[in-house]
């Protein structure tokens, strides 16, 4: 018999791989087809950043950019309108995953506009927009993890919405994105919704945390200091599953759980190393744990694939190791309040450079495509 795969060993250990990628070139070409039949890939997420790449690079959209510029569309509604193409027809490729796995998996993300951030009303507009424009049940709406947020957060899944929580860094954060989709499922009981079609996750982002303790170990530079580098993001993941197993087999969780309530999945987001020192697998071997999501772009995939050594339970296994880690971090002085404040905003404002660059390359294309039709 042929040897599981480190991916299939990967989905065995309760590991859903969901890929962090998406473009038109890939959904035509077949290739995220051939992803979910030879590398375990059973969701897709996507950002700001991969479509300002997608579009950016990709000759697919043209004929759609043509006929939105011959229509006088704006860039706006240019955008809103190809990016909601492109989820719909992911999940559509992805609809065999989801009545496989009964909705848990076969998910496909599309994330507010991050200018969005601090607004709760504009976020609960757009999710709301966004879901009823790509219109499939294996959606699912990106919506940050700021204060605002949170608001948000409980209004779409009493809308009985599906989110996908993003940019959490902390755990005092990911406790109140728990206590939020907790809250939206209650209000959409009382409503009368079925919670069966309601799911999450809360993307819980990784290297990101490393790269900012590491710069700060490293200025520190005694040996106590940098024995703790590229330990911090992982430690801070396995906290937050500790947290997760926590909140969802408590009293309130489990009322709604016998009501057809699902959890709240953690996901393991930012899992392409940035440090070339280290492994590049490390975001997701020491990551592995059951009711889990990692979502991964596909150089990541890949490593994994072809040298990934896959251990269960890494995570429950590590988490008196992790604990050890933050406390040795703030005997430091680094602070970790400040660090996952600083990521945050960080974090909202990358993505707003990416959504401003995706409406430029946009808007380059419309106005290319209006003065071809102009010349013919």
């Known amino acids: 018999m042929t040897a599981p795969t480190p991916l299939a060993e990967l989905s065995d250990a309760g590991v859903s791989i969901w890929l962090d990628d998406l473009s038109r070139e890939r ?106 424009t790509v219109n499939r049940p294996n959606a699912m709406i990106k919506i940050p993890a700021t204060v605002e947020g949170l608001d948000a957060i409980t209004a779409s899944i009493a809308a009985g919405i599906s989110v996908n929580v993003t940019l959490i860094f902390s755990l005092e954060r990911h406790r109140q994105v728990i206590d939020a989709y907790l809250a939206g499922l209650e209000l959409a009981h009382a409503a009368g919704l079925d919670l069966t079609t309601i799911h999450s996750v809360a993307s819980f982002f990784v290297s990101r945390v490393d790269t900012e303790i590491d710069r700060r170990l490293v200025a520190l530079g005694t040996p106590e200091a940098l024995a703790l580098k590229s330990r911090a993001g992982v430690a801070n993941a396995q906290l937050a599953w500790e947290l997760f197993r926590t909140a969802f087999d408590g009293e309130r969780a489990q009322a709604l759980l016998a009501l057809g309530a699902h959890a709240q999945r ?57 604990r050890a880690v933050l406390a040795a971090l703030a005997g430091l002085g680094i602070s970790y309040d400040e660090v996952t404040a600083l990521l945050e905003a960080e974090g909202v404002s990358k993505f707003i450079v990416s959504w401003n660059e995706l409406l430029d390359t946009v808007q380059a294309a419309l106005d290319a495509a209006v003065a071809a039709q102009t010349a013919a």
């Open 27 to 132: 959904i035509g070409s077949g290739g995220l087809a051939r992803l979910i039949d030879g590398s375990n890939v059973v969701g897709v997420t996507t950002n700001p950043t991969i479509f300002a790449g997608a579009l950016g690079n990709g000759k697919a959209y043209a004929p759609q950019v043509a006929a939105l510029a011959a229509d006088g569309t704006d860039v706006h509604d240019a955008v809103f309108r190809i990016t909601t193409d492109d989820v719909a027809a992911a999940c559509d490729i992805f609809r065999p995953v989801y009545d496989r796995t009964r909705g848990v998996d076969g998910r496909v993300s599309i994330e507010v506009e991050p200018g969005l951030a601090h607004d709760a009303a504009g976020t609960i507009a757009q999710a709301s927009a966004l879901w009823a």
């Open 266 to 322: 953690p996901l393991w987001a930012s899992t392409g190393v940035k440090d070339p020192t280290v492994p590049d697998t490390l975001y997701v071997t020491e990551l592995v744990a059951r009711d889990v999501v990692n979502t991964m772009p596909e150089k990541t995939l890949r490593a994994t694939g072809d040298h990934g050594v896959i251990v269960a339970d890494r995570v429950p296994a590590g988490l008196d190791d992790a």
